[in-house]
């Protein structure tokens, strides 16, 4: 039995760029290391979801931990407050959520509360709070996005939205869909008016209106869904996982897995974070669980970005960071490298091309790739879809089950 | 968001000619144009429904639209039906028919009435009745082949076949199959005697025994199932879609979808088909909607007559449509081009060989196949099912939506 390391380089595959002559940041970046194990290991093309699918962070991190993204992915309310770095718990209601501006009839004026950049967090904070039995859990986001969750007996998300999704007209009361949802949309309502009369007498907008600029006095939510009760990841592959992230989303699924915790202080989930740390923990981390899943994210950041060139110096920082603490390990360990999705430089966004993987281990098949790249792999030993990928590590660290006799 | 045009080349995929030194029809034919787009595009093979299962093109244009052919495909009756041109409505029962010859005391003589080729459309047209509330279509087909199709109230594919499947036997009356086919049986038991007075007297049969042949007195029918219902491709898909195909079957099906029809007038569904006049009206109706589907039958047609070496010319006529109509619009389309399933000319038949496939757009990866056929693209990007090929068309043009965040 080996243990398992699986790094994810976010959004790592990607499509020919001008500014590197063509070539992609793979085939363009000098990455030695990565080079040598895929060389010495299986390469291939995966595709997260299915071909044609473009996945988000979510729906792929949540496939290829196991899990059934079109059964567990309860939609962007949950999701995204997944991301805002809130402690979720199964069942927590969870919606979007928008610091809005209007006006003294209830008229909504800014959706976006002239998309504020300072002071949500004060605003934020002020609006935690607690109705009947329910918890009121409220993060703020970049500009005027939030997070907003509930967490008590009896709440469903069979619910309207309060956010009209138009300016120039008022905020709709919240009305239940379902005999389920009619607990919840009270205490909506009632959050509703608390939080206008909370927000009004803030001092992060009695400042605005001295400077007359918008004023973040409503929250409008939308997209509610439930927080998936994800099946125990040790109960259901039978080893000890854990994870490193930096990324709010990511840490929170693993978290709702029930897997532990390794991110090392100090990391961030752009291209300056610190590599090499991120993996002397996973090794560290390695001699407790069986398996951890690093998140490296700037590979996805560049790529938003639409910057190839910075793409590929990231995946240079991150060969840097596989020889300095990896190499030395490459006996003793399944190191699977591949991202979560493409997001290529030139789209600015996530793409449903499949994603270069490959999986080194002592004694492995050698596919001989030269340079691990998007095209070097296509006649690999490996096409994989996202729920695969669980079992291939398994098996490769010979902690499998054989499926007969 | 680009528009894209999808072009089937039916039964393009094929095995090792002897008339072409061992080499695929594909392998031997001088296409520059295919060889071009597919260098620059991504490659593979595709499966029309999975491996080793052998598509009809009414089962792999379905499933390449987006429609599980395993719930849609009702059986020979409804699609064959398709396929003589009748316009079906969802709900319309169908039969296969044959024309046939009974003696007096209705005992098959002759289940294909001596493969009767002349006079059978004058025949079918006599057929077309009222019974009760129900409209009775009769289409003749190739030699002693029909379609015979019910549209009324109250109807239903289960009752029993009126043809006997085996000669010197009576034909037997149709009985139902439940309480839900009683009244489609009497009807049919009705059209039987109704269409044996009517063909007994008509100028062809009475000619035929003038000429001591063998009269088409009767119709045998089979195989009857419902026309299905298909959710619409506008709202299915979110995009509008058009389609250009001679071949009824095909026609049929994407009318059945609610897709518009961009068919020139004067092509042909065989070898001698105009193909640049397909692909121009392709480009023009790609101006009103975001998807046409071309369908190009002779690839199929040499297929079916065992000629490799007209399958090659005629793939060497595709290419140079390609070139005359697509080459000055290839950077502001998807451009994906395979085939519905492989027709081996060896075989003269279906076969379930994966079929090529490659999709070109601006700013794709590139495989660098340099000849487009069967065995170069084994290494590309794209190992496909059918039921991708939407998905990854939407998504190649930017007009698909990300699933999560």
Chains 1, 2 share one sequence.
Do not use: Q
Request: hydrophobic content about 35%.
């Amino acid at each position: 039995m080996m243990k398992v390391l699986l790094i994810i380089a976010d959004g790592l595959g990607d499509r020919p760029s001008p500014v590197l002559g063509g070539k992609t940041p793979l085939e363009a970046a000098i990455k030695p290391n990565i080079d040598y194990l895929a060389k010495n290991g299986i390469t291939g093309l995966i595709d997260p979801i299915a071909p044609g699918i473009i996945p988000g962070s979510d729906t792929s991190h949540l496939t290829y931990l196991g899990y059934d993204a079109y059964k567990y992915y309860t939609g962007r309310g949950p999701f995204e407050a997944l991301g805002s770095g809130l402690k979720l718990e199964p069942g927590d209601i969870a919606f979007r959520a928008n610091f809005a501006t209007v006006d003294g009839n209830n008229i909504v004026r800014d959706r976006r509360a002239g998309r504020i950049r300072s002071g949500t967090d004060l605003l934020a904070k002020s609006l935690n709070m607690k109705i009947e039995d329910t918890d009121i859990f409220f993060k703020e986001g970049i500009e005027h996005r939030a997070a907003l969750v509930l967490r008590g007996e009896g709440l469903s998300p069979e619910v309207s939205d309060n956010d009209p999704h138009e300016e120039n007209v008022a905020v709709p009361k919240v009305v239940p869909l379902s005999k389920k949802g009619e607990k919840t949309a009270r205490i909506l309502n009632e959050f509703y008016d608390r939080s206008r009369k909370i927000l009004n007498e803030h001092e992060v907008n009695r400042e605005k209106r001295e400077k007359s600029m918008p004023e973040a006095n409503a929250i409008l939510f939308r997209g509610g869904g439930v927080v998936p009760e994800l099946p125990n990841f040790e109960i259901k592959h039978g080893i000890k996982g854990g994870y490193i992230a930096a990324v709010s989303l990511v840490a929170g699924i693993c978290r709702l897995a029930g897997m532990k915790n390794f991110t090392p202080s100090g990391v961030t989930g752009s291209t300056d974070t610190n590599v090499v740390a991120k993996l002397k923990a996973a090794v560290e981390g390695l001699k407790e669980v069986d398996f951890i899943l690093v998140n490296i994210k700037g590979t996805d950041i560049a790529g938003h970005d639409g910057n190839g060139m910075k793409k590929k110096e990231f995946i240079e920082k991150i060969d840097r960071a596989i020889g300095e603490v990896l190499m030395n390990e490459k006996d003793s360990l399944v190191i699977a490298f591949t991202g979560d999705h493409s997001t290529p430089a030139s789209l600015k966004e996530h793409s449903s091309d499949p994603v270069p993987i490959f999986i080194h281990y002592k004694g492995s098949r050698r596919d001989g790739i030269e340079n691990f790249n998007e095209m070097s792999v296509r006649g690999g030993t490996l096409r994989l879809r996202g729920n695969d990928l669980m079992n291939l590590l398994l098996s490769s660290a010979n902690m499998a089950e054989k499926f007969g006799a």
